[in-house]
């Protein structure tokens, strides 16, 4: 006979499993197990597309998209059938999430013609794993759990996922012969931007599922230093300066400036330094007025600059031409864009961008755009100012050069660790508060010493 009288113990009591990469099982997987799940699967993926991008199989590449599909609606199962209710931040960022997702239905409707699919799932999927991070997060700190990287599978994962990548990048380097500006694919990336933004994801993921941030400023120089892009670099200093950097920091980084300033001027045309040259030569002739960048072309602008290397120009191009496209519609396409791919199709250079902010502004319109902002501004206000901070400032600073909503790994690792790290330093403060209150409390309540007469 059963006994119903038997109370259950407490979640905190109950003895942890370990769990695999997806188990088999016909019962709907705990919330707290969410982030294993979200760490398997993205696993797979990027083993997938290794083998994929290795063996140039075109076929196995659909199959990795439509896998990337499938991957969010397993994660989005388990977030569902999550035991703990959100907190008051995840609420509000979850609030955001559909506003942002009634201005891209806003958009679809006003704008139906020439959708490009694949970039409207990965823009629409994305914010979502924002809301998965901080409620997997919320289920672990619920159930008192050690953080992830105590489990041998997890360790296991998160090595596929650098090695993988890495060595399918060797693999290309090789076929190259060891021409990175001759590769256009970057690994399983379509260039290097990408794959530098994915490193430094990696660096956020880690922080997640160790438990504790990687305090060092040198790892970070390295990561954007190591595919030789110079806006990951650049993101990576400004992140440093505006979180972390005191004293000692700064100190460094004007010295790790100053080396680079000087190896600029003796050696200008070797490696990435032969890049500097092209932008110090637009901003001056920029300034001076000889750079009209409606009417100029890219003929004049190789004769001007005496090179082709116009990097620089054609985004600040670009982008004049579709705030001209913009700023001339109607109050429809002000709120709700142009319709997804659309500043391709509208924009005199048929190009992205190159800057996500003015893409979904254009694309989705202004109140897409403002409830994607108001997303980041949550994390970043939950946040604040601490190593946990750096990468994922380092990816919203480089977001304003570059095209990342379409980066799917990238973009899908840095919601899920922003997600996860504002909820954990959320109640890290929260805890630091109560115990000044009750530390207060226990002060107040402390008897006087009454004075006894002589």
């Known amino acids: ?23 088999a099982t016909s019962a709907a997987p705990k919330a707290a197990e969410g982030s294993v799940l979200f760490l398997g699967q993205f696993t797979a993926y990027v083993l997938l597309l290794g083998i994929a991008h290795t063996v ?16 969010f609606g397993l994660v989005a199962f388990a977030w569902a059938t999550r035991e703990h209710p959100p907190s008051r931040w995840a609420t509000a960022v979850v609030a955001c999430g559909m506003v942002y997702a009634a201005g891209i239905a806003c958009s679809i409707a006003v704008n139906p013609q020439d959708i490009l699919w694949g970039d409207l799932v990965k823009a629409s999927l994305g914010p979502g794993f924002l809301v998965f991070g901080a409620a997997f997060e919320r289920a672990r700190a619920a159930a008192d759990s050690p953080p992830l990287w105590a489990q041998k599978n997890v360790r296991l994962m998160f090595a596929l996922l650098v090695l993988v990548p890495l060595l399918t990048w060797a693999g290309q380097l090789l076929q190259s012969g060891f021409e990175i500006d001759g590769v256009r694919e970057t690994s399983i990336f379509a260039n290097r ?24 400023l040198l790892l970070f120089m390295v990561v954007g230093v190591m595919f030789g892009t110079l806006g990951v670099l ?10 972390v950097a005191r004293p000692r920091e700064l100190a460094l980084l004007a010295l790790l400036i100053a080396a680079g300033t000087a190896g600029y001027i ?38 001007l600059l005496k090179t082709q290397d116009l990097s620089f120009l054609f985004r600040l191009k670009h982008w004049a031409d579709l705030w001209f496209v913009f700023s001339n519609a109607d109050a429809y396409h002000w709120l709700f864009g142009h319709g997804v791919g659309s500043s391709i199709r509208l924009s005199d250079l048929r190009l992205v961008p190159h800057n996500d902010y003015i893409r979904v502004g254009f694309e989705f319109g202004l109140v897409t755009l403002v409830a994607w902002l108001a997303m980041f501004g949550l994390v970043l206000l939950r946040c604040g100012r601490r190593w946990e901070t750096v990468p994922l400032l380092v990816v919203l600073i480089y977001l304003f050069s570059e095209n990342l909503t379409t980066n799917y790994i990238a973009m899908a690792f840095f919601y899920f660790s922003a997600g996860a790290l504002a909820e954990r330093i959320g109640a890290m403060k929260a805890h630091q508060r109560e115990a000044v209150r009750a530390e207060r409390r226990a002060g107040y309540a402390a008897p006087q010493a009454v004075p006894q007469p002589r």
């Open 56 to 71: 140039q199989s075109g076929l196995l590449k659909a199959l990795a998209n439509v896998y990337a599909v499938v991957i």
């Open 266 to 303: 003796a050696f200008p045309e070797v490696g990435p330094f032969k890049r500097i040259t092209p932008v110090v030569d637009s901003v001056r002739l920029l300034l001076e007025g000889r750079i009209h960048l409606r009417t100029v072309s890219f003929g004049d602008l190789v004769v």
């Open 1 to 23: 006979m059963v006994s119903f009288s038997r109370k259950p113990r407490p979640l905190h009591a109950r003895p942890r499993r370990t769990t695999g990469w997806l188990r």
């Open 193 to 216: 931007n990408n794959a530098a933004v994915y490193a430094v994801t990696m660096v956020g993921l880690f922080t997640v599922i160790h438990g504790r941030p990687l305090k060092s």
């Open 234 to 243: 650049l993101a990576v200093v400004i992140a440093l300066a505006l979180t």
